[in-house]
């Protein structure tokens, strides 16, 4: 195939075969928001490029080289969303919502874009479903947040293959003087920092703690560690956090090298992470950012939150065998018509079936063809019954009722008795 009509490289078809497990996963959270009280919020995925820049951060890998960034025809700078937590923040100012300390608990879904390097795990168009709330200050709705994803990681059958990491940036004020301190240790053994480091020291020298390099990992042993520069108000939030997880029951460690590569963090930080899936383990990641709102010209709003990636929990799913058996069947009843007859009388038994039992997966062969023919394809859709319709069965107002997976015998129901029929041995869903 020529190169100009195949999909872009790191943005994926998600064929029919694999979608039924896409809207399993996603109608599992959608749920799970819902009973948590979040109600979702659909907004666009092109913004302003400024959007992203002032709220994610101008030094973060993300706004330096990963943005989808273009003039559109009034010459205005726009992106591909990135991410969803910088629009939710513009949609509640624009909207008005969070004002006088309203509370918005929220979710959203959708495509990101990033530009980087693509890779199991890793691509440039990928799905994020995530959750965030605005004008609650307290460590329990970070606990409420954590816990439903530990709820969700229970209902995929997925809890003993996720560790959740913890760790506070504290307010602001406790980051700058962390920051100083960090800058000072790191600066007097700059000549054993790697390059990235080195040029991070200069512009965000928290992401330092994140290299991979093991000689700067080596330097950062002896570095100060954030723990000690909290403040007052971020230790009590952040014990709060923790009792209340402790209260849960949910198990965490404390990574005190967890900084997150965005910049609007403060308090709380946390990730889900996974070591079944190789290098891009994060599958859920998030935390509270108190500060975004004012800086992005609202009132002082607190804000927390997370997204997890889709695409990495469906690898999670498949690799870890918890697909559960049903969804992939797309049909319960598959129905065989022979000679035009009865593929007249079967569209209209249909019509009325479909009328009665409204959440029947009834397909009707289409196309014609033998028996044999018929019949294969009905095996192959997966259904657990087929229904036979040819000239005889019209005669006598019956159709034929086979069960494909070895329960029962075959026999034949009357046309008027066949929903009832189907009711009794079809789970509706
Ligand atoms: P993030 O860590 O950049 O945070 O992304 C969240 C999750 O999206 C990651 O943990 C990962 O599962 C998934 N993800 C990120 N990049 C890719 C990619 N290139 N391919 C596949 N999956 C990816 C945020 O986006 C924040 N907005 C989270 C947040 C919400 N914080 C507070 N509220």
């Known amino acids: 195939m020529s190169k100009s009509l195949q999909a872009i490289r790191g943005m ?14 996603e109608s599992t959270v959608a749920r799970l928001c819902d009973n948590y009280g979040y109600k979702q919020i659909r907004t666009p995925i092109v913004e302003f490029t400024e959007l992203f820049k002032r709220s994610i951060g101008e030094v973060t890998d993300i706004v330096e080289k990963e943005m989808y960034t273009f003039e559109d025809r ?24 969070t004002g006088g300390g309203q509370t918005q608990k ?28 605005f004008n609650l200050d307290g460590p329990d709705i970070d606990a409420e947040l954590i816990v439903l994803t530990w709820r969700l990681w229970g209902q995929l059958g997925i809890r003993d293959a996720v560790k959740l990491e913890l760790n506070s940036l504290g307010t602001s004020d406790s980051r700058g003087r ?76 404390i990574n005190p090298k967890l900084v997150r590569g965005l910049d609007y963090y403060s308090k709380t930080v946390f990730e889900w992470v996974t070591d079944k899936l190789g290098a891009q383990g994060t599958v859920c990641a998030g935390g509270r950012y108190d500060g975004l709102v004012e800086q992005m010209g609202g009132k002082p709003t607190p804000g927390v939150g997370f997204a997890m990636g889709i695409e990495r929990l469906i690898l999670l799913l498949e690799t870890l065998e918890q697909v559960p058996e049903e969804i992939s069947r797309q049909v319960d009843v ?46 192959k859709s997966g259904a657990l019954y087929a229904l ?28 008027d008795a066949l929903a009832a029929h189907l009711a009794t041995c079809v789970v509706q869903g």
Request: with cysteine.
């Open 388 to 415: 036979i319709l040819g000239d005889d069965e019209l005669g006598q107002q019956v159709i034929g009722f086979k069960p494909l997976r070895g329960q029962g015998e075959q026999q034949n129901i009357a046309f």
């Open 74 to 97: 009034n010459g205005d700078s726009l992106t591909l969303r990135p991410e969803g937590t910088a629009a939710c923040v513009r949609a509640v100012l624009e909207h008005g919502i």
């Open 106 to 133: 929220m979710w959203y879904i959708g495509p990101m874009y990033r530009h980087e390097r693509p890779q199991k795990g890793r691509y440039r168009q990928f799905h994020q479903i995530g959750c965030e709330v």
């Open 12 to 25: 994926n078809d998600i064929l029919p075969e694999q979608t039924p497990l896409w809207r399993y996963f």
């Open 178 to 253: 962390y920051r100083e301190a960090l800058v000072e240790y790191l600066s007097a053994h700059l000549d054993k920092l790697d390059e990235d480091s080195q040029r991070r020291l200069k512009t965000n020298p928290l992401r330092v703690l994140d290299t991979k390099n093991a000689d700067t990992q080596a330097v950062l042993v002896d570095a100060p560690k954030m723990a000690d520069y909290l403040d007052d108000e971020s230790r009590v939030h952040f014990d709060g956090l923790k009792a209340r997880l402790d209260a849960a029951g949910i198990p965490y460690v």
């Open 334 to 379: 598959y129905l065989c018509a022979f000679g035009e007859a009865a593929e007249l009388a079967a569209l209209a038994l249909s019509e009325k079936v479909r009328d009665q039992l409204p959440n029947l997966r009834l397909q009707i062969n289409a196309g014609a063809g033998s028996f044999k023919s018929q019949f294969k394809k009905a095996d």
